[in-house]
C-alpha cells in the first residue's frame, strides 16, 4: 500500500488526544487520507475500523459473498 501523503490529511488533530497530526501516523479510510499524532494512535484506529468493518460486511452478506 502506498504511504498516503501529508497534504492530503483531511483532519489538522488527533481525535484520540488533540495533538497535531504527525505525518509519520498518516492511513487511509474511505478514500481520505486520516492523521494521527502517532503510529499507536493509528493503529488503534485501524484496528476498529478493520473489526467493525468486517461485522458490517457480514451483517450485510451472511452468506459471505463478496
Ligand atoms: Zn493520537
Same mark, same amino acid.
Request: some cysteine.
Given at each position: 500500500m502506498n504511504r498516503p501523503? #501529508?497534504?492530503d490529511? &483531511?483532519?489538522?488533530? %488527533?481525535p484520540w488526544s488533540g495533538k497535531p497530526v504527525s505525518a509519520?501516523?498518516?492511513?487511509r479510510?474511505? $478514500?481520505?487520507?486520516? $492523521?494521527?499524532c502517532s503510529? #499507536? %494512535?493509528r493503529d488503534r484506529? !485501524? =484496528?476498529a475500523t478493520q473489526l467493525?468493518? =468486517?461485522? &458490517? +460486511?457480514?451483517?450485510?452478506d451472511p452468506? $459471505? +459473498? !463478496?
Open positions: 501523503a #501529508g497534504k490529511v &483531511i483532519n489538522a488533530t %488527533c509519520a501516523a498518516l492511513t479510510y474511505r $478514500g481520505h487520507v486520516v $492523521g494521527f503510529p #499507536g %494512535c484506529f !485501524e =484496528a467493525f468493518d =468486517a461485522q &458490517i +460486511r457480514a451483517l450485510a452468506a $459471505g +459473498r !463478496e
